[in-house]
Each structure stands twice: as C-alpha cells, then as structure tokens.
C-alpha cells in the first residue's frame, strides 16, 4: 500500500469513529485529522471536507440498500404481470432477509445514517425510505387496480404512516445494536405481525 493509500485508509477510519462517537455534527476537522495522524492541508488532498468524507461512508451503504429495494419491486411486477398474487405474499415473507444482509454488510455505515446524520442531507433517511416505498407502493396499486384487480382504497398519507412504521420496527436491530442472528429472528415476527395488517387494510 502507498503511503497515499494508507493515509487515505486512515484518514477515513478517523472519521468514522468520530461519526460513530459523536455524530457528524458534533466532530470537527481538527480531531479527525489528529486521530489519523495528517495535517489539515494533508486531509485536503483527499477529500473536500467533512461532508465528502460522511458521504463516502455512508453512500455504498445507501447504494447498496436501493439496489436491493428496486431488485423487489422489479420481481413484485413480474408476478403481477402474471397474475400470481399469491406469489406477491409469499414474496414478502422472505423480503427481509437480504434487507438484513445489506444492513450488516454496512453495519456502521447503517449506524450512522440512523444516529449520527444530523446536518447532513441523510438526516431524515428513515422518513426517505419510507417515501421511497410510499411512492412505490401507490404506484403498485394504481398498476393493480388498473388491471381489474380488487383492492381497498388507502391515501398517500396513511400509507406513509403505516410504511414509517413498518421501516422504523426493521431499524431497531440497528439502533438497539442488535446481532445479525437476532436481527433475522426479529424480522420473521415483523413479517408474521404486519402481513396480516396489510392484507386487512388492502383487503386483498
């Protein structure tokens, strides 16, 4: 490794443990610097400041989890292309799992996003996701009706509170630290726990 690269390495381990330790608000330039052993001018030749360097941590995770989350909602359409809305249940009893994955595979990156973005633009990141399945799920159910399929009316508004809800209950085994086997046990009780509720309020 160049002494580049292995400043680099460092300069990013700094910040992360003085994002996790205090949040990204309450760290400064000057101990991420001191932590990795570089000056100011030296940490500048690597990123552009504190913001780039919480954006490099944090954004393969956020990548990670939309990919995933466009991967579903491409294979809840094929199912639907194929009137197979059984398949659109089962589907969702094994959603979780890879959300754990990806969670875990970027565990700090995922701890900071929940508790430690305040003052940067991934501070509302749990009302984001829920927007992000908001859109999805009206977009779904227009696509559905459309297709003659019989489903209950639900507004935007109470969608997104049952969806907050839902992304809120699978971020718990982030913010109470949680290990991954329990995060996985935990997920199957939230799948046994809101399915029923989704199909009592959609009524399909």
């Known amino acids: 490794m160049s002494d580049y690269e292995q400043t680099h390495e460092n300069i990013i381990s700094s910040a992360k443990k003085c994002f996790l330790e205090k949040g990204f608000e309450k760290s ?3 101990e991420i610097c001191k932590g990795a052993g570089v000056t100011t001018g030296a ?4 990123f ?3 913001e780039a360097i919480f954006e490099y941590i944090v954004n393969p995770g956020v990548r990670e989890f939309q990919l995933l989350y466009k991967e579903l909602e491409d294979e809840y359409y094929t199912f639907l292309k194929d009137d197979d809305l059984k398949k659109v249940w ?3 009893d094994n959603t979780l799992e890879p959300f754990i994955d990806v969670i875990y595979d970027n565990y700090d990156a995922f701890r900071l996003l929940l508790m430690g973005s ?3 633009r991934h501070s509302q990141f749990l009302h984001q ?3 992000w399945e908001t859109k999805a799920t009206m977009k779904y159910i227009k ?3 459309k297709r003659g399929f019989e489903i209950s009316d639900i507004s935007s ?3 997104h509170m049952l969806i907050q809800a839902y992304f809120a209950s699978i971020f718990e085994v982030v913010m109470h630290d949680y290990s991954k086997k329990k995060a996985i046990e935990y997920s199957k009780t939230l799948v046994r726990f809101f399915k029923p509720g989704w199909r009592e309020v959609l009524d399909f």
């Open 28 to 30: 400064n330039l000057r």
């Open 43 to 46: 940490f500048y030749r690597h």
């Open 48 to 50: 552009t400041g504190k």
């Open 90 to 92: 089962e589907l969702q």
């Open 118 to 120: 305040n003052g940067t």
């Open 129 to 131: 996701c829920a927007e």
């Open 143 to 145: 696509e559905m009706k």
């Open 157 to 159: 508004e109470e969608l």
